[in-house]
């Protein structure tokens, strides 16, 4: 009896949970991105890397280096969003400079596997940086994302700014996950920076609209609920 009991809880937690998020579909069907939602300005170079790395024919070497080249410009146009504080130097030719220096400390967090993807451009911005992981997949009986492992920073409430990193939103299931779990260790949602490659409306939209302060970065909008395919390119299985 104690089982049926937990099955049958479970059983309406996912079906409020399914609810809830086509709730939130139907709200912001037809909602314009928010202004919180980022996008990389299409620059000829741009356009270029993106024509190597959406085409099929593109080799594996080719398509990991200009992935890592994108996730690098990604990673870079999340930091202009961050906290920076003025300061003074000194250039060697004895002139000063008025410039700036991170407030504080940048973290991130990958939401396993596929946004292992991010951590060779991420290293490339922020060598030093501090990482986490959160493993969330989708429970394909219910279409509910579950959380199955988490590996945070023990002091990530302090940094100043978090970085969260998946290649692909779509339907925004995992990353609202994602979020809340950061909140839930007290990380305020203005210090969280979701980093993606592509992203569909509706799930941009659902993140922001429950996560107001929270802001996206990505470098393509594209159909809602397209298929995963980024992680299956770039670790060739």
């Known amino acids: 009896m104690v089982v049926k009991h937990i099955q049958r809880v479970l059983a309406e937690k996912s079906k409020k949970h399914q609810e809830e998020l086509q709730r939130l579909g139907k709200q912001v069907m037809d909602e314009p991105l928010s202004p919180n939602a980022l ?28 992935f890592d080249r994108m996730a690098t410009v990604l990673v870079e146009k999340a930091m202009d969003n961050l906290h920076f504080k003025a300061a003074k130097v000194q250039t060697p030719q004895g002139s000063f400079y008025e410039g700036l220096r991170m407030a504080g400390e940048v ?37 509910e994302p579950e959380l199955h492992y988490q590996k945070l920073p023990s002091n990530i409430s302090s940094h100043d700014s978090v970085l969260l990193l998946d290649p692909q939103m ?16 007290g990380v305020p949602e203005d210090k969280i920076v979701f980093v993606t490659y592509v992203a569909g409306k509706l799930g941009i939209n659902r993140l922001l609209n429950v996560f107001p302060d929270l802001k996206v970065v990505a470098c393509r909008v594209v ?14 299985c």
Do not use: H
């Open 170 to 185: 779509s339907s925004g299931g995992a990353a609202l996950m994602a979020v809340k779990v950061l909140v839930d260790y």
């Open 223 to 236: 159909e809602d609920f397209e298929e995963r395919w980024i992680e299956k390119r770039y670790f060739g």
């Open 39 to 66: 996008l990389l300005k299409e620059t000829p170079q741009i356009v270029g890397m993106n024509t190597i790395i959406l085409s099929p024919k593109t080799n594996e070497v080719d398509f990991i280096f200009y």
């Open 107 to 143: 973290s991130a967090v990958v939401i396993l596997r596929a946004g292992s993807c991010f951590e060779t451009g991420l290293k490339r911005v922020i060598p030093d940086c501090q990482t986490g992981r959160l493993l969330i997949q989708t429970n394909y009986r219910t279409g």
